[in-house]
């Protein structure tokens, strides 16, 4: 599964921007696909997560801001960004893999990955 992330950019605080993560190559071996984000000095966390179900997890600091959907026709996942957050500022990612629901916040459980979009929200 190759993963191909973008729409990354520089925002005011309170502004949006829209993630996409294209996806090609076998889909046989990835229930789910999710958002991470990496602060300098910080450990990847989670963002957001969406299984081939159509259920989504959201991060507490995210819930009511973002927005994960899939689009299954183009193979993409898409990460809409509201209200952003100078705490928001970080390098984003996509990951694919099979989690099981107790790992689905887990970078770990995720096999696959784009390569990150850089996202900086100005105060």
């Known amino acids: 599964v190759q993963l191909q992330a973008s729409g990354g950019g520089l925002v005011q605080a309170g502004g949006s921007l829209r993630l996409s993560c294209a996806a090609s190559?076998?889909?046989?071996?990835?229930?789910?696909m999710g958002w991470f984000r990496q602060a300098p000095g910080k450990e990847r966390e989670f963002v957001a997560a969406i299984s081939t179900s159509m259920h989504t997890y959201y991060a507490d600091s995210v819930k009511g801001r973002f927005t994960i959907s899939r689009d299954n026709a183009k193979s993409t996942v898409i990460l809409q960004m509201n209200g952003l957050k100078p705490e928001d500022t970080a390098v984003y990612y996509c990951?694919?893999?099979?989690?099981?629901?107790?790992?689905?916040?887990?970078?770990?459980?995720?096999?696959?990955w784009g390569q990150g979009t850089l996202v900086t929200v100005s105060s």
């Open positions: 190559g076998s889909f046989s071996s990835i229930n789910a």
């Open positions: 990951g694919a893999g099979r989690p099981i629901l107790s790992e689905i916040r887990s970078p770990s459980a995720y096999a696959y």
